[in-house]
């Protein structure tokens, strides 16, 4: 099955990170915050895989314990656009009139602007931080879950089985909740996976950037950026977590693009 | 009558102007007794049928008068036609399928149909959704309502609906081809079913279908429609034993008879543009006892006893 290889590795990479960011203290070789000064900056070697940074901190272990606020950040900048862009396309989709019009200039307006220029500018205004960033992600990333759920809520709409709920009588409330929401959906849920990927990377970039994430948390985005001053002489500090960083995003494209697969989901 | 039409239009506009779909149509429905609407695809059947319960969308303008029991469905305000709908008024789809949600299982459809008109409680609630398969003749009940639309036959989903719209106790049953996506035997039973149901519950029931056999089989009256009119209506033995309108006419002459290797008749031509209307007849340019007139005036209806029809040559046929 074509559907299947992609879903299972993606599932395989992400139960992985998913066990890394539930028990990190019984995966990381090290305590990701102890110092060990007999080993600053050191190579990749057996005792330490990924190397060790300036202050003598074990790469590796420090890349696992990340990989919890990571996870999250995949969770909640995805959930954020997700909530409001349905509740909108549910919407302006069943309603049309002059809210889908404005609703169609609004989107236009907010898809000219490149996706992290936006989210930049926003967090710029609203001052860094995760919160901040979710919130910024959220204003921009709802225009694409819009889209896709009015789009489907007006083929739906078209149904016989949504004129049967209106001949049966049934207030429009539960023909969309109950009739509507749940047919419309699917391709919405499948995208989302898929938006995780791109979360991972949005979050990790704003936490390069010194605008999400705050060290001395430890975020892929903020590891990568501790290795920056490093880079001619020690640049297995970056490594690790840049390897995470595709990882994780290839676990959710993976998983992603197998559920569109197996459901049978048009894009 | 508990239904009836007046003048019933349709109009859609569309990007390259308007189609009259449903062009002055009337219709009245008794109640305990069955109207067949028969007319080929496009005729303006099923738009009708969706016109009466006002499930037509923004784009179609809809005019003219349904009245329900002396009540204009045209102008009822929201409140009142969501209490009409449902209520008294039920609906059967064509594609069974389509019509019922994938998502939730049939007793789940049944049940919300039940909450949503009448005031029992749960475990009456499904005591009434057994019934009610029981009713449209689904048998193993208990464990058919806990399946989907899907794991049900293409005869059962159409069962299922039914029970489905019959959950609300409907006045008023509108059949929009109920059976042209089943086969021929279960076309028969859910036949049989529906007038069955009529005679039981004392609905009126208005069957749309393209299947004069149907309409033979089921209906006491009949309305042949042709391009968004009613060219003829009757008493069904009168119409099919001495049709008036040219149109009908070749219809019967175009359907197998029982005499076997007996000719078929095909209409020539194809049916008429909606979006152009002619000033004439619109069966004219496909009418075999066309006249002069049938070109430049729109015949009107002549009352016959228990007939209306509308053609010019209606009274040489």
């Not at chain 1, 909640?76 to 656009?81: D, I, Q, T």
């Not at chain 1, 936006?118 to 001052?127: E, K, S, Y």
């Not at chain 1, 791109?198 to 936490?207: D, F, P, R, V, Y």
């Not at chain 1, 690790?240 to 569109?260: C, E």
Request: some cysteine; hydrophobic content about 50%.
């Amino acid at each position: 099955m074509r559907a299947w290889l992609p879903l299972g590795t993606g599932l395989l990479i992400l139960t992985a990170f998913l066990v890394m960011a539930v028990i990190p203290e019984s995966i990381a070789p090290y305590d990701p915050l102890g110092f060990d000064f007999a080993a600053l900056l050191a190579e990749p070697s057996a005792e330490h895989i990924f190397g060790t940074d300036q202050f003598g901190r074990d790469i590796l272990s420090r890349t696992i314990a990340a990989s919890r606020i990571d996870l999250q950040i995949a969770l909640f900048a995805m959930l954020g656009p997700l909530l409001i862009g349905s509740v909108i396309g549910l919407l302006v989709g069943w309603f049309g009139g002059w809210a889908d019009a404005l609703f169609g200039r609004l989107a236009d307006i907010v898809v000219t602007f490149p996706f992290l220029v936006l989210v930049i500018a926003i967090v710029a205004v609203l001052g860094p931080g995760l919160i901040n960033m979710y919130i910024a992600v959220s204003c921009v990333g709802w225009v694409v879950y819009a889209r896709l759920m009015r789009g489907e809520v007006r083929i739906q709409a078209q149904a016989d089985y949504v004129a049967a709920a209106r001949v049966l009588g049934y207030s429009t409330a539960r023909i969309l909740l109950r009739h509507v929401l749940p047919n419309a959906v699917r391709p919405v849920l499948v995208y989302a996976v898929t938006d995780m990927a791109l979360a991972i990377l949005t979050g990790s970039s704003l936490g390069y950037l010194g605008l999400g994430a705050q060290p001395p948390t430890a975020e892929w985005g903020v590891l990568i950026a501790d290795g920056r001053n490093f880079f001619t002489t020690a640049p297995w500090i970056s490594l690790a977590p840049g390897v995470a960083i595709v990882l994780a995003g290839l676990g959710f494209s993976l998983t992603g693009d197998g559920l569109q697969a197996l459901l049978d989901v048009k894009r | 009558m508990s239904l009836v039409v007046r003048d019933l239009r349709v109009v859609f506009n569309t990007r390259s102007g308007p189609v009259w779909a449903v062009d002055g149509v009337d219709l009245e429905v008794a109640p305990g007794s069955v109207l067949g609407l028969v007319g080929e695809s496009g005729s303006g059947k099923s738009v009708t049928l969706r016109a009466i319960a006002r499930l037509l969308h923004g784009h179609a303008k809809v005019s003219g008068a349904v009245s329900w029991q002396g009540e204009d469905v045209l102008a009822m305000p929201p409140d009142r036609l969501r209490r009409l709908r449902g209520a008294e008024i039920g609906i059967v789809f064509q594609e069974p399928m389509a019509a019922l949600n994938p998502v939730l299982s049939i007793g789940q459809q049944i049940d919300e149909s039940l909450v949503a008109h009448t005031v029992l409680d749960t475990k009456s609630r499904r005591a009434r959704a057994l019934e009610l398969l029981d009713l449209v003749g689904i048998s193993a009940g208990a464990t058919r309502l806990g399946q989907y639309p899907h794991e049900f036959s293409g005869g059962m989903r159409q069962r299922a609906m039914i029970a489905i719209a019959l959950a609300s106790a409907p006045k008023l049953l509108l059949a929009d081809e109920p059976t042209t996506a089943l086969d021929v035997t279960i076309q028969d039973q859910i036949l049989r079913l529906l007038l069955r149901l009529k005679d039981e519950l004392g609905m009126a029931l208005v069957l749309v279908t393209h299947d004069l056999g149907v309409v033979a089989q089921t209906c006491e009256r009949v309305s042949v429609m042709y391009a968004g009119r009613v060219c003829e209506t009757g008493k069904v033995s009168e119409v099919f034993a001495h049709p008036r309108h040219a149109y009908t006419q070749a219809l019967l002459r175009a359907m197998p008879g029982e005499q076997i290797g007996a000719k078929l008749v095909p209409i020539p031509g194809q049916a008429p543009r909606l979006d152009a209307p002619s000033p004439g007849c619109a069966f004219q340019p496909r009418c075999t006892a066309r006249e002069p007139i049938c070109a430049t005036q729109r015949p009107s209806f002549t009352e016959l006893a228990t007939r209306r029809f509308a053609c010019h040559a209606g009274a040489r046929l």
